[in-house]
């Protein structure tokens, strides 16, 4: 396949469209005004999972959970993959009932789930709060260092003949065009837009709304956690309301510091580190684990995620200008699914069918109802 494609954003998500593209033969340019992976990517904890918040996103977590594993003998040092695991931590009763629910829905799609009891919970995770009734293992999953791994699927693109272009301040997109802030046009027989929070200003109908999430790392403690830490309650509590929100979510790194999540907020668009919002976060995480107050923080940062109404993200043509693609409106998901994204556009470009059903992430269920209420 021969043609110019030009992807707008050089975040993870346009960086594994970039790869996935220049593999097909196409003729690839990426734009962008940032270092690679510098936005959302640089705010993201890098965590592969198999999120089942729905059957759609689900399917989508895991196809690209695959491909990742898939990449784990190639990716660069840097990259740190750490096959962890994810252990979804419950503070009650109520919560344990999520457990073996979540361990039913995870065993029905073939995926290994280990139901812990708080003895076991405790084993694993001694610096948990004493007397955590459980919560549920999922050895699958794994942590990737967000930054470095978009700089190298952009790496792997370029290999292939991609040119990356960060110095291009994107003003205006459409089918077969870009405009710069300079007023100059980049011509392309297809237009990726991948540029994350930032998409519904350049691709007017787009139901994104940015919101805000800060990161807190420590210095190195090896050992303090093994796992991925999240509270069972995490889609509930960080995802399920309008209003900022908190959520207990830690991780290790592979340099032995902690990373520690996560917060939420929407309408706010000043990426200023709020000390308040980093207070609330790390007392949530203080309630599971009360051991990190004797951990110092070195640094704190903000990040815009690209949050949609369904919790899905849109990928596809648009319905109305067939050479204008969308890969945005990941959220706190962009990691993980950046790569099967990237394949369902190569799928749909080249008429080809993907992997999974492409169609819960089409662009036409929000920009049809759009044009319909105009």
């Given at each position: 396949?021969?043609g110019k494609v030009?992807?707008?954003?050089?975040?993870?998500?346009g960086a594994?469209?970039?790869?996935a593209?220049?593999?097909e033969?196409?003729e690839?340019v990426?734009l962008?005004?940032r270092?690679?992976g510098?936005?959302a990517?640089?705010?993201?904890?890098?965590?592969?999972?198999?999120m089942?918040?729905s059957?759609?996103?689900?399917a989508?977590?895991?196809y690209s959970?695959?491909l990742?594993?898939?990449l784990?003998?190639?990716?660069?040092?840097?990259?740190?993959p750490?096959?962890?695991?994810?252990?979804w931590?419950?503070?009650?009763?109520?919560?344990?009932?999520?457990?073996d629910k979540k361990a039913?829905?995870?065993a029905d799609?073939g995926?290994?789930a280990?139901?812990?009891?708080g003895?076991?919970?405790?084993?694993?995770?001694?610096n948990l709060?004493?007397?955590?009734p459980?919560?549920?293992?999922v050895?699958?999953?794994?942590?990737?260092?967000?930054?470095?791994?978009?700089?190298w699927?952009i790496?792997?693109a370029?290999?292939?003949?991609?040119?990356a272009?960060?110095?291009?301040p994107?003003?205006a997109?459409g089918?077969?065009?870009?405009?710069?802030?300079d007023?100059?046009?980049?011509?392309a027989?297809l237009?990726v837009?991948?540029?994350?929070?930032m998409?519904?200003?350049?691709?007017p109908?787009?139901a994104?709304?940015?919101?805000?999430?800060?990161?807190v790392?420590t210095d190195?403690?090896?050992g303090?956690v093994?796992?991925?830490?999240l509270?069972l309650?995490?889609?509930?509590?960080a995802?399920?309301s309008?209003?900022?929100?908190?959520?207990?979510?830690?991780?290790?790194?592979a340099?032995?510091?902690?990373?520690?999540?996560?917060s939420r907020?929407?309408d706010v668009e000043?990426?200023t580190v709020?000390?308040?919002m980093?207070?609330?976060?790390?007392?949530?995480?203080l309630?599971?684990m009360?051991g990190?107050?004797?951990?110092?923080?070195l640094?704190?940062?903000?990040g815009?995620?690209?949050?949609?109404?369904?919790?899905?993200?849109?990928?596809?043509?648009?319905?109305?200008?067939?050479?204008?693609?969308l890969?945005?409106?990941?959220?706190?998901l962009?990691?993980?699914t950046?790569?099967?994204?990237a394949?369902?556009?190569a799928?749909?470009i080249l008429?080809?069918e993907?992997?999974i059903?492409a169609?819960?992430?089409?662009?036409?269920?929000f920009?049809e109802?759009a044009?319909?209420?105009?």
């Amino acid at each position: 396949m021969s043609g110019k494609v030009a992807i707008v954003g050089a975040g993870i998500v346009g960086a594994a469209c970039a790869r996935a593209l220049a593999r097909e033969g196409f003729e690839v340019v990426v734009l962008d005004d940032r270092p690679i992976g510098s936005g959302a990517t640089a705010a993201g904890m890098g965590h592969v999972v198999a999120m089942d918040d729905s059957e759609a996103q689900f399917a989508l977590c895991r196809y690209s959970q695959a491909l990742w594993d898939g990449l784990v003998s190639e990716l660069p040092k840097g990259v740190e993959p750490a096959r962890c695991g994810t252990i979804w931590v419950a503070s009650d009763d109520e919560e344990m009932a999520e457990v073996d629910k979540k361990a039913r829905f995870y065993a029905d799609r073939g995926v290994e789930a280990e139901a812990l009891d708080g003895r076991k919970l405790a084993q694993l995770e001694p610096n948990l709060r004493p007397g955590l009734p459980g919560g549920l293992r999922v050895p699958g999953d794994s942590v990737v260092y967000p930054p470095v791994a978009a700089a190298w699927l952009i790496e792997q693109a370029v290999r292939l003949g991609a040119k990356a272009r960060l110095d291009a301040p994107v003003v205006a997109l459409g089918g077969g065009w870009v405009r710069l802030v300079d007023g100059s046009e980049v011509g392309a027989d297809l237009v990726v837009n991948a540029s994350g929070a930032m998409a519904a200003r350049l691709t007017p109908g787009l139901a994104i709304r940015p919101r805000k999430g800060h990161l807190v790392i420590t210095d190195r403690h090896p050992g303090f956690v093994t796992h991925q830490l999240l509270e069972l309650g995490y889609l509930k509590s960080a995802h399920g309301s309008d209003a900022s929100s908190v959520a207990f979510n830690v991780q290790p790194r592979a340099t032995g510091q902690l990373l520690i999540g996560s917060s939420r907020q929407f309408d706010v668009e000043d990426p200023t580190v709020e000390p308040a919002m980093v207070r609330r976060m790390v007392d949530r995480a203080l309630l599971y684990m009360p051991g990190l107050a004797r951990l110092s923080a070195l640094r704190a940062w903000t990040g815009f995620r690209a949050a949609t109404p369904d919790s899905l993200p849109i990928i596809g043509p648009h319905p109305e200008e067939p050479r204008l693609y969308l890969a945005a409106g990941h959220e706190g998901l962009g990691i993980t699914t950046s790569l099967g994204t990237a394949e369902l556009v190569a799928d749909l470009i080249l008429g080809r069918e993907p992997r999974i059903p492409a169609s819960p992430y089409s662009p036409s269920r929000f920009l049809e109802s759009a044009r319909v209420h105009h």
